[in-house]
């Protein structure tokens, strides 16, 4: 199978198609205004997110409404390091407002930027980590997880907003201007920290998609498919199950950090409740169990988004909220799974239908 | 004393109100698997619909009659929640069977469009709601001042509570209903109807947050996005207080409700809710499946 798949015409076609859109990704800046890259900026930065939360959807059936929160967390290391920087020495001013009159201890290392990237992925990963040690070891999940990972997103933003002269409360940290020594705002820097961004973005991927065809990437799926039958083969399922949650909220913290860079805000209400499902909603209709079709919905929705919100905000939130509907009842699998079942050949259909009729009857 | 009178009875007060929200949840999700996200809307529904029958009074009956607005209020609250749900069951619910993340999601939607239809209906800012003027002033007990509302709501709440008790255990619907709860195929083949029982209860936990949400206008101005305020909070009584049991939702509201005013009375609004959530963490290393979990023997339950 492996030879046939190498020579297969669709895989060469496949492969041309990811190269094309690398390409065209790469060399956006040729060709859109500042404005238009940032935006784009954005929504690459966003994107990053979705193959690690597909990861965790798409290919272990854990949902977490709470990736909000582990982007959040990404983006404020991000964003204590150039508020810092920004202050030059003194005291960042809303700590003044808010009656400080000392840097708190724990923002002093953060004028080191290597240090703030490393808490940029540590900190997520760790909180994710710590939820899914005290979970996933208790067999708890399915939607129990998931309202879990929902009361994280809300201790975490009141968090955020109650310690004002830590955090920056509602306002958020914003306010930012140099970055390495570089003004932030300068047409090359943005460019620059654009083709950062994609090329992150096309890392997470093969990372993530290294991860779906290795060993562990099958355990994962078969967790997702009957995680007792795994169980009772000799596997573990909580480990893959931490592993993995942990390697998505570190995903997501990048993610976090390349966002701040290019909006240059993050505030508690940027990662709250909302925001974190709405980054499922990017998997949901990009197509969950494809990290392309995930990474494609995010830009697609978020596009959408910055197109329309503004406009018919009204709308906007009807057409969003029937969106889901439609998508999770109809099309459970995304547009990924509505083009490959229009495009491929009939084979493929039987051996996806033998697939699945290897879930419902356990004999086969 | 006096401040332990007042944190207990406050605790008492928000444990009352978290118990009207999750008890529809609760039972919807034993039954069906479904996680209903749209229930903080049905408790807005709840609320416009008090609204609007305090508009009706103010509008068309004689002052005199004004104050009885609220009587009425309950059961019309109840009956429009009930409706919405009705629907919301017969129209998309019964699509999402077995598929308890994927109604979590579909059902989120629903929320958002009825925000929506709120806030394009009513208005996006709050709106205030008269209350009766017998609920007015309290009781002192202690040296401590316990506002009728509140005591109101508490008795609302036992009232729900006890008529809820009844139905599920002591009518022929809620045999029913218990038997589809414990083996759904089983039931189905003893002739029950488990569609028609997925509706009733369906319709009949949104009717129940209906009155929640028609309590919550005795606490305050109502809005659009009064219902999510809550949500997050019930849905942890119910992973708390396990499903399958009404005792076991009373005991989860009971414990978030009293944690919850205690810890932020010590600490602070927002360190509160930390504690809380690292104390329900740390009571499912104890026990996962909640307070009170419905036994079975099959494996995937």
């Known amino acids: ?364 | 004393m006096e401040v332990i009178v007042l944190q207990l009875f406050n605790g008492l007060s928000v444990s009352s109100i978290l118990l009207l929200i999750a008890l529809g949840l609760a039972i919807t999700f034993g039954l069906m698997k479904v996680i209903n996200m749209a229930h903080g809307e049905l408790i807005m529904i709840g609320a416009y619909s008090t609204y609007l029958t305090q508009n009706i009074f103010n509008d068309y009956l004689p002052k005199s009659m004004f104050d009885w607005y609220f009587v009425l209020a309950i059961p019309v609250s109840f009956l429009i929640a009930f409706l919405f749900g009705l629907i919301l069951e017969m129209s998309l619910i019964r699509f999402l069977y077995g598929r308890p993340l994927d109604s979590l999601l579909a059902t989120w939607g629903v929320g958002l469009v009825l925000q929506q239809l709120a806030r394009s209906i009513f208005g996006a800012p709050n709106v205030a709601v008269t209350s009766p003027s017998w609920l007015d002033g309290g009781v002192t007990f202690l040296g401590s001042v316990l506002p009728y509302k509140r005591l109101f709501i508490i008795g609302l709440v036992a009232l729900t509570l006890l008529a809820m008790y009844f139905y599920i255990y002591r009518s022929l619907e809620g045999r029913r209903m218990r038997a589809v709860m414990q083996n759904r195929d089983m039931a189905s083949c003893l002739g029950v109807s488990t569609r028609r029982v997925d509706a009733m209860t369906f319709a009949i936990g949104s009717g129940i947050a209906g009155i929640a949400g028609c309590a919550l206008t005795l606490l305050g101005p109502i809005g659009p996005s009064l219902g999510t305020y809550y949500i997050v909070d019930a849905f942890m009584v119910v992973v708390l207080g396990g499903v399958g049991k009404l005792v076991g939702t009373v005991l989860g509201a009971l414990g978030i409700g009293v944690f919850n005013t205690m810890f932020e009375y010590w600490t602070n609004a927002s360190l509160g809710k930390v504690l809380v959530f690292i104390c329900i963490v740390a009571f499912l290393q104890w026990r996962p499946m909640g307070f009170i979990a419905m036994r079975s023997r099959s494996l995937d339950s």
Not at chain 1, 27 to 36: E, I, Q
Not at chain 1, 192 to 217: E, H, M, Q
Not at chain 1, 325 to 335: A, D, H, Q, R
Request: glycine share 10%; aromatic share 14%.
């Open chain 1, 1 to 364: 199978m492996l030879t046939l798949r190498k020579l297969s015409p669709q895989r060469l076609w496949l492969l041309a198609g990811y190269a094309a859109a690398a390409a065209t990704m790469f060399s956006a800046p040729m060709f859109l205004n500042d404005f238009r890259l940032n935006l784009l900026a954005k929504f690459l930065a966003f994107a990053i997110v979705a193959p690690g939360l597909d990861l965790i959807w798409g290919y272990t059936g854990i949902l977490s409404l709470g990736h909000g929160i582990f982007f959040g967390l990404g983006a404020y290391a991000m964003a204590m390091y150039l508020k810092l920087e920004a202050s030059g020495g003194k005291l960042p001013d809303f700590m003044g407002w808010s009656g400080l009159s000392e840097l708190p201890w724990f923002w002093k290392p953060f004028e080191n930027f290597g240090f703030a990237v490393l808490m940029g992925i540590l900190i997520p990963a760790a909180l994710a980590l710590f939820l899914g040690f005290f979970t996933f070891r208790n067999r708890i999940r399915g939607v129990y997880f998931t309202i879990l990972t929902q009361a994280l997103v809300i201790i975490t933003t009141t968090l955020l907003v109650g310690q004002q002269a830590y955090t920056g409360g509602t306002n958020g940290v914003t306010g930012f201007s140099k970055i390495l020594g570089e003004s932030i705002a300068s047409p090359d820097t943005k460019r620059l920290l654009y083709w950062v961004t994609a090329a992150v973005l096309v890392a997470v991927f093969i990372l993530c998609r290294y991860v779906v065809k290795s060993r562990f990437g099958k355990v994962l799926r078969a967790i997702r498919d009957g995680e007792n039958r795994v169980r009772f083969i000799g596997y573990n399922p909580a480990v893959y199950q931490m592993v993995i949650f942990t390697l998505s909220a570190a995903i997501a913290g990048i993610a976090g950090m390349l966002f701040v860079l290019h909006v240059g805000i993050i505030s508690p209400s940027m990662m709250g409740i909302v925001p974190s499902i709405e980054m499922v909603l990017w998997v949901a209709i990009g197509g969950r169990g494809t990290l392309i079709g995930a990474a494609l919905g995010a830009v697609l929705m978020n596009w959408a988004k910055s197109e329309f919100s503004t406009t018919y905000p009204e709308g906007w939130t009807y057409f969003l909220g029937g969106v889901f509907i439609l998508v999770v009842v109809f099309l459970p699998n995304g547009l990924a799974g509505l083009v490959s079942k229009l495009k491929f050949s009939k084979s493929r259909e039987v051996r996806s239908e033998a697939e699945h009729d290897g879930i419902e009857h356990p004999a086969v």
